[in-house]
Structures are given as C-alpha cells and as structure tokens.
C-alpha cells in the first residue's frame, strides 16, 4: 500500500490499484448475493444520513490507508446502504428496472480506468467510431428502419445520458428545422408549439420549459397535452385538432413527441395516424418517438408488430437500455434521420475544438448533446452484445414478459383485485376492487414489509376521477420467477390484511 510520506496526489502503484479494485469487486459480488436478505426500499428518514456524517471533509490523507479503507468499507455497509434503496433486488418492481449485468458494468471499470473524453472525434477517434458501430448494431438489433442508421444520408445514432436528453435535443432540433423552414420570421421562436399526451413522459415538459416553450409545467399556451384514449393512447384527431387550432392562431406546430411505452401503464401512441397528422402541418413538425422502457422489447420480432408501423416517419427515437436492456446505468440511445438540425441546433466550434478531420467529415459528437465532454459508454454496448447476442438480450426480454403475464393471470383469478390497465409487456397496473384507499394501503404494507418494493401512479377511468393504481414492473436483472411468485403471495397477504381493517 501507499506509504503514508508520499504526497496524496500520488499515482498509485500497479500493485495498489490491483489490490483496491479487487476489494471493490469482491466487496459489490458479496453485495449483490446479499440482496434477498436486505429490506427493498430504503427505511431512513429525511436527514438521517446527513446526522451522521462529519460536517467537514479530512484535511489530511490517512496516514495508514490500509486501515482506511478498512473503515470506508465498515462505513459503506453500516451508513450507506441502509440509506439505498436495492435497485438491483429481485424484488425491484417499481418504476421501470435499472438492469445491470457483468458486461456492462467491465465496461463501466475499463471506461474508468481508461478515463479518455470522447468530446470530439479528435481526442480519441475510437470513442467516436465504437459508438457509431454500435449504435448501427443496436439498430441492427431492434430491427429499425434503414434511416437511422449511419450509412443513411442524414441518420446516425448517438448514446445521450438519459431519455430526458434526448427528448431536449430533439426539440433543439425541431425548432432549428421551424426556424429554416420560416427564413423571414425572426420570431419564430415566439410561436412555436410542443404537442405530447397527457400520458407522456414529464421530461417532455421539461423540455418546453427549458426551450422556453413553457413558463411552468401548467403553461400550455404552446405546450398543448393531448388527450388519450381509454387505452391511454395518444388520441390523433385531438392532436390534428389542436394544431389546426394553432396554425389559425398563428401559431407554429413544430414538435410533437409520442411514446410507445407511456410510464404510468406501458401504453403505445399510435404513430401511423400520429405522423399522418404531421404530414398534414403546412411545415412538417419533427416527430420525436419516446421509447425509453418499452423500446427494449424491439429486440424481439413478436413485439415489433406494436412499434414498428410509423417508425420510418419519425425524425428522432429513443431508448435506454439502462432500463430493461441489461445495460449499466446511464446509456440513453438516440437516432435521427435528420442529423443536419440536431447538430446544426448544437453546433459551436471554438478555436480550440478545431481539427483537421472535421473537414474529411469525421463526426464529433458534442454536436449531437447539451455537454461538451462524453464518457466512453459505447464499450457497454459493445461488450452487452459481444457477451449475450441479440438471443441473449431476447431471453432477457422474454422472461419479463412471461413473468408479467403469467402474474396476470393470478390477478385476474382473485376477485379482490382487478388489473386496472391493458397489460403492457412486463408491465402490470392492478388495484384493490375496494377502492383507492385500500389500493393506496396495500402498497404502503407491501413497500413496509421490505420484501418487495412497487410504485403507484394514478390513470384516468373515463369522464370520472383519476383511479390510484400499484404499477408492478418486472424486467430487474436479477429477477426471477420465484420472485414474481413470492410477490404475489405477498399482496395476497397484505389484501387480507388490508380487507380485514377496512369497514
Ligand atoms: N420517457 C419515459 C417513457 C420514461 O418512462 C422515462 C422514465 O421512466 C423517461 C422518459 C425518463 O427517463 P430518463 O431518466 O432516462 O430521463
């Protein structure tokens, strides 16, 4: 180990490093093999973590770091992970998974340990090139349509951090295309407008408020929320509605952003109708497709049938394989058939960004996002396929939903409960016949019990009050049939319980 007279900037010894991140890595297998013994969900209260860590920082190395880290580790277990909750239990069923799996997170050690910025082709022109390569391998993979992949005249795909910055350069993107297609109107950006449904992901929201399309979540003066079906469906002829409203206003249709795969039940927009209804604007909108969760399951033909029809006429589409793809956090997939407005929303080259490739046509891609600099997180895709094929990944989606609809069936066979949406792939909205009380009880007992952790949301039935639904998401990497099962026992249980209490 270090020698504690060594100034602490010192870089470690080969022998140093092998010995920590051997710790490291036998230390995360053990955590990982404990995860049916520890409590799902968090039990700390506000403020708990902070009480009992020091309020300012050491001002010295430790003089023996051996037994720091000894002390590091003593810590991660008795003050950090009480105050986790087990995203990769088994018993993960709320929101949507975080998968993980031993390719990925090699990946995520050597990208460290490599530590190179792939900000632009230039400073390591294989970030640049794996990425592109797999990127098209992934396309490859989901079975998506030819303009998105890099060797189409104006596609190509990027990985971005998350969802949510896709569905931001996306709209960058479209109001770059809304301010070529209006050449004379110098205010173009006053009038423009985002249309998404009332089901849609609220990182579309967000992004008309940063573009400055929306002054608060609530401002839809050009954020316009599509009403849904009573399949939460994005509702076309309201979307075709509201933008021939626009367009007399004088207002500028120029980003609408669809979801196969809505959050609060799994619903899918109906693209075809959703893209005939652009083609109609008298300056076609950019069409974003919002895949994040559901567009995993592209990996398998069986599910393409209810994603597929209208892709070709998207202008952008993304999805995370940190969801349900086995692959480590972060890792956002973004495609377009329109390279020449995203980057030319994003584009700036200082002095020092310049270099001799960018005029052989090398891509840089810190013209595709918000940041600068980029991580190396193509080595994730890379070695995901290279170890599980897309077989692998399909075995993974699969199960999933197998697990979901065989669940299904024993909700539906138990009259206390109902399933309070269609199913969607491995993703089950049920609720307590009883009501939303009952409903809301059940999963406060479940989430109590630390044997499972599920999250809510509530969906609206009809004319009448939105009905507070338990959202059951099945898909986590370590997720077993055995798991699906003992949840059941479980809200079979608690519903004793809870219908027992309830007058
Ligand atoms: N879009 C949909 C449909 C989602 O379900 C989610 C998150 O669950 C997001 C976007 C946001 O994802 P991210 O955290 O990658 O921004």
């Known amino acids: ?155 190509g795909g990027v990985i971005q951090s998350t969802a949510s910055d896709a569905t931001l350069v996306a709209l960058l993107a479209a109001r770059h295309r809304a301010r070529r297609l209006h050449p004379d109107d110098l205010d173009v950006d006053t009038r423009l407008c985002v249309y998404t449904s009332t089901q849609a992901h609220s990182s579309v929201v967000k992004a008309a408020m940063i573009a400055g399309l929306a002054r608060a979540p609530d401002d839809t003066r050009r954020l316009r929320l599509i009403a849904a079906d009573s399949d939460l469906r994005m509702d076309p002829d309201a979307l075709g509605r509201a933008m021939r409203e626009d367009v007399e206003r004088g207002l500028v249709p120029a980003f609408i952003s669809a979801t196969l795969g809505t959050t609060s039940s799994g619903a899918f927009d109906p693209l075809v109708p959703i893209c005939d209804v652009a083609d109609q604007a008298p300056r076609r909108p950019w069409v974003h497709v919002d895949a994040a969760w559901a567009g995993a399951a592209l990996v398998c033909p069986e599910h393409r049938e209810q994603m597929r029809p209208g892709l070709d006429r998207a202008d952008s589409l993304c999805v995370n394989p940190h969801k349900w793809l086995l692959t480590n956090f972060d890792c956002d997939l973004m495609w377009t058939r329109c390279v020449g407005d995203l980057v030319g929303a994003l584009s700036i080259t200082p002095e020092y960004l310049r270099h001799e490739s960018q005029l052989n046509g090398a891509v840089d891609f810190r013209d595709w996002q918000v940041p600068l600099g980029r991580r190396f997180r193509a080595l994730k895709l890379w070695l995901l396929l290279r170890m599980f094929g897309i077989e692998g990944l399909r075995a993974h989606i699969r199960g999933g939903v197998r697990w979901a609809e065989e669940l299904e069936g024993w909700v539906r066979a138990d009259d206390r409960f109902e399933v309070a949406a269609p199913r969607s792939l491995s993703l089950l909205c049920v609720r307590l016949r009883a009501g939303d009380a009952p409903t809301r009880a059940l999963l406060d007992r479940v989430n109590a019990s630390g044997r499972a952790f599920l999250s809510h949301t509530t969906l609206p039935e009809g004319e009448g009050e939105a009905r507070y639904v338990i959202r059951i998401a099945i898909g986590g990497t370590h997720t077993r049939r055995e798991h699906v099962e003992g949840l059941w026992a479980l809200l079979r249980d608690e519903a004793d319980a809870v219908l027992r209490s309830t007058p």
Not at 4 to 16: N, Y
Not at 75 to 98: R, V
């Open 1 to 155: 180990m270090t020698h504690p007279s060594q100034p602490a900037a010192t870089v470690p010894t080969t022998g140093d490093l092998i010995q920590s991140l051997a710790r490291a890595a036998e230390w995360g297998a053990a955590y990982l093999a404990s995860l049916g013994d520890r409590p799902v969900q968090s039990r700390i209260k506000p403020g708990d973590l902070l009480a009992r860590l020091p309020e300012s920082p050491p001002e010295q190395p430790p003089e023996n770091p051996q037994l720091e880290w000894d002390a590091i580790y003593r810590d991660l277990e008795e003050l950090i992970l009480p105050s986790l909750t087990h995203w990769q239990s088994p018993s993960f069923f709320a929101f949507f998974p975080c998968n993980q799996s031993a390719p990925t997170i090699v990946a995520e050690l050597l990208s460290a340990m490599l530590n190179v910025n792939g900000m632009n082709w230039a400073t390591s022109p294989g970030v640049t090139e794996l990425e592109i390569r797999t990127l098209d391998w992934m396309a490859h993979a989901m079975g998506l349509p030819a303009c998105f992949r890099s060797d189409a005249p104006e596609g």
